[in-house]
């Protein structure tokens, strides 16, 4: 009996030799394939094959979220590698409940930057890290690195503490599978993240190629189940990544109609619009998009968007103030628009645009155009990112861009004494030595943009692009602005990306998030110790365009503010 019970034994081995299920000796794994802690801040290209190990501990406060990322490379072929995650320590249940694993995407930069900073970032392969994809599993060439993306959200009321985890990692080389695991902790400090103070808005578009791209290829009508699905969708995503202040059109939005010898507004979808953000929970403010703009290039003056009908149908021309036509629209229009935002409770959170980016040249039309709007409801708020100084005692929330902030700090400063209030943003520019979100620069430029906001005292932060995708965006990031050549770089128009019927953080997203959590623990610490959250600060952002971007030196300072916090 032993004996046949060892040739049965030869022969079982051999059947899963030969159907390749034969398993690798620790030994021989770890010639082959590694799994490796680097801090979520570093940037891992494709041809990465050194960098610093860390320990992978995530310092955090209730209410925000730990990241962590781990690299795989083998030195061969890894075919459907996988992962998952699930809770080590005994106590409550955080990490298997709460937790969402990605592999980490890349993308291209075709054009980069014309005015690059000192550090940045220039892969051999030419391709960046951004996306984060939700897909099970990948395939890996050999001497390739990847990235996985892990993470876990920390519900408000949980219990303070360390709770450890494990990632496993599983796939097969050569037909041979194989897993290998990664313990990970995250410690939970007695602070909690209520809700976050600063402004943040990042403008979005819902057009039908955006829901084409969001739904894999199918068509969408504007304003259709469909959409105001999508809609959700991204509402849903901006209140996940703590933006709280939200651009709709009162113009674009409103239907309208000349009847009778008078207009006739119906704000039904105006108020779909902005009511789809609030049962999100998204809405802290409403930014009423642009009522005018340029009449022409960039230098000429501006006007305002004027109805008019034609074949029955809605159009809109760009006519100057003084025209007898946009003189009766919105002698009509605006009255109407504020009395509906007070019936609906939401006149005291709502903001007006005028027109974008006024410069000298033609700071005097727009300021005519604010002054008006202000005489037809004096109670209006208005908001504009401005380059200039003309359109004083119009604007009532100044968005200078970054480095107009810089050059005119003072001029902002009195402003904000003034009783106005005080964002900043930024676009295709400041480049240079510059914080901004392009994918060519290190990753903590992106998160320290919102420590600028707490350094210099600016409580808001805006951003033209969220998701105004190229054609393909999982494949170009970049682009030019063919009116002026005017090169837009690498995630300039983008910060998330469409999946199949998804829309897909970045790490850049992610870093923005964590950025906004920063000033919230900033502002929370300077309430207990100004001096001392200032200074922390300071050893961050030492000027406008000069920052310590070493991340071990930056995680050591964030952590002293959960400590400070937790005392």
């Known amino acids: ?78 075919h459907k590698l996988s992962a998952s995650v699930n809770q080590l320590s005994k106590n409550a249940d955080l990490i298997s409940k ?3 694993l990605g592999f980490v995407g890349y993308t291209r930069v075709g054009r980069p930057l014309p005015n690059p900073s000192k550090d940045k970032l220039s892969p051999t392969s030419g391709f960046f890290p951004d996306p984060i994809l939700d897909t099970p599993a990948i395939d890996l060439r050999s001497f390739t690195t990847q990235p996985i993306w892990l993470t876990v959200t920390i519900p408000q009321d949980f219990p303070p503490g360390s709770y450890a985890g494990m990632l496993t990692i599983k ?37 039908k190629t955006k829901m084409k791209q969001l739904s894999g290829g199918k068509d969408s009508v504007m304003y259709s189940d469909r959409y105001w699905y999508w809609l959700r969708k991204i509402a849903h995503t901006m209140k996940e990544y703590d933006q709280n202040v939200v651009i709709a059109s009162p113009i674009f939005l409103t239907n309208m109609s000349w009847k009778n010898n008078a207009f006739q507004f ?3 979808k ?49 006519l100057p103030l003084n025209d007898s036509s946009a003189q009766k629209f919105y002698h009509a229009f605006i009255p109407a628009l504020v009395a509906h935002l007070k019936e609906k409770g ?23 155009i604010a002054a008006f709007v202000k005489s037809l409801s004096p109670s209006i ?27 005119d700090y003072d001029f902002y400063q009195e402003r904000k004494k003034a009783g106005d209030e005080i964002w900043f943003y930024t676009c295709l520019a400041p480049q240079g030595e510059f914080a901004n979100r392009f994918i060519e620069l290190p990753l903590i430029k992106t998160r320290i943009l919102h420590w600028i906001n707490f350094r210099y005292g600016a409580t808001g932060y805006l951003h033209w692009g969220f998701n105004f995708w190229s054609s393909d965006p ?88 959960l400590e400070l916090l937790s005392e």
């Open 1 to 78: 009996m032993r004996k046949r019970a060892s040739l049965a034994l030869i022969f079982c081995s051999a059947m899963m030799y030969s159907m390749g299920q034969k398993t690798f000796s620790q030994a021989q794994l770890d010639e082959i394939v590694s799994i490796q802690a680097a801090d979520p801040l570093q940037k891992i290209f494709k041809e990465t094959a050194f960098f610093e190990e860390m320990d992978p501990i995530a310092d955090v406060a209730r209410g925000e979220h730990a990241s962590f990322q781990f690299v795989v490379r083998g030195t061969k072929a890894i």
């Open 474 to 561: 999982l494949s170009e990031t970049s682009g030019i602005i063919p009116e002026a050549g005017n090169i837009m770089p690498g995630g300039d128009a983008f910060i998330c990306y469409p999946g199949n019927g998804r829309i897909l953080s970045s790490i850049r997203l992610e870093a923005m998030r964590d950025g906004i959590v920063d000033y919230e623990l900033l502002s929370m610490l300077a309430e207990k110790k100004p001096d001392i959250a200032k200074e922390i600060c300071r050893q961050v952002v030492y000027g406008f365009d000069k920052y310590d971007v070493d991340i071990k030196a930056f995680r050591d300072k964030r952590k002293r503010i």
């Open 266 to 268: 119906d704000f039904a």
């Open 171 to 207: 796939g097969s080389i050569d037909g041979t599978p194989f897993s290998l695991q990664k313990k990970f902790t995250v410690r939970v400090y007695p602070v909690t993240i209520h809700k976050t103070r600063l402004w943040v808005t990042n403008w979005f578009d819902l057009d």
């Open 270 to 318: 105006f108020d779909q619009f902005v009511q789809t953000f609030a049962d999100e929970g998204t809405l802290g403010r409403i930014e009423g998009g642009h009522i005018g703009g340029r009449m022409g290039d960039w230098y000429s003056q501006f006007g305002v968007f004027t109805p008019y009908w034609k074949n029955d149908t809605l159009r809109f021309n760009c």
């Open 98 to 100: 709460n937790s969402f």
């Open 346 to 368: 939401w006149d005291k959170i709502y903001i007006q645009h005028i027109c974008d980016e006024p410069e000298p040249g033609n700071e005097k039309s727009y300021g005519e």
């Open 381 to 407: 708020k208005t908001i504009d990112a401005v380059h200039s100084h003309g359109v004083n005692n119009t604007v009532d929330v100044w968005v200078p861009q970054l480095d107009f902030f810089k050059d």
